[in-house]
């Protein structure tokens, strides 16, 4: 069975603290791995996709890295404006058909 | 270019009521699917179609119908709706490679 694994649940940091977020995966027929934030009462919102593992990608404070088991979303110095869910993603090939199957997320914090 | 358009953005129905969410886009996209997305439990896909007249069920689709007449639509019926719905839900597309584009969200409540 397809299944992504994001750690930890709930993550406060300091403004400036540089942390990183889990994404762990098990999935037959990898198309892809998607990286989301989510604001409350919002949808998510793209920000990364990576395909093979040593990829690397970045945009602004964040850097997503991926693994054949597992994927990283670095935050450097974060702001109080990074403050939202992240959600991982991965978008899987069952019989014939692709589909995406996210994990629960990780709510980020940040305190000026 | 507006994106994802879902109306209404909230909803109160009675358990046996029916309805309809509402699902729009205008990036010409083939792939349209709907998500739930309750606490704890992460977005679960309910059905998928990958193009007009093509549909399909994902990991959630009980209760749930849907169908596709145009590239642009693909609206979600609850045909007799009960608390286990309620739930906030989730229309997205994409094209080939790119990221999926979701749309803001549909909180429905059934009491």
């Known amino acids: ?112 | 270019n507006a994106g994802v358009t879902q109306t209404p953005k909230f909803q109160v129905l009675k358990t046996g009521q029916s309805m309809t969410l509402q699902c729009a886009q205008d990036m010409n996209h083939e792939y349209m699917s709907w998500y739930r997305q309750d606490p704890g439990m992460g977005l679960r896909l309910i059905h998928y179609s990958v193009g007009a007249g093509i549909t399909d069920q994902g990991e959630v689709p009980n209760g749930y119908n849907v169908s596709r007449s145009t590239t642009e639509d693909f609206p979600l019926r609850l045909l007799s709706a009960a608390p286990s719905q309620t739930s906030v839900y989730f229309c997205a597309s994409r094209e080939g490679p790119y990221g999926y584009t979701f749309g803001s969200g549909t909180r429905l409540t059934v009491v």
């Open chain 1, 1 to 112: 069975e397809d299944q992504v694994t994001q750690s930890p649940e709930a993550l406060r940091l300091q403004e400036g603290e540089s942390s990183s977020l889990n994404c762990s995966y098990t999935v037959s027929g990898l198309r892809g791995l998607f990286w989301y934030r989510q604001d409350p009462g919002k949808g998510p919102e793209f920000l990364f996709t990576l395909y093979s593992a040593g990829e690397e990608k970045e945009k602004e404070r964040l850097k997503a890295t991926l693994t054949k088991k597992e994927s990283f979303l670095h935050i450097t110095a974060p702001k109080p404006e990074d403050s939202a869910t992240y959600l991982c993603a991965v978008q899987a090939v069952q019989g014939g058909s692709e589909k995406l199957v996210f994990g629960k997320g990780t709510k980020l914090t940040v305190n000026p």
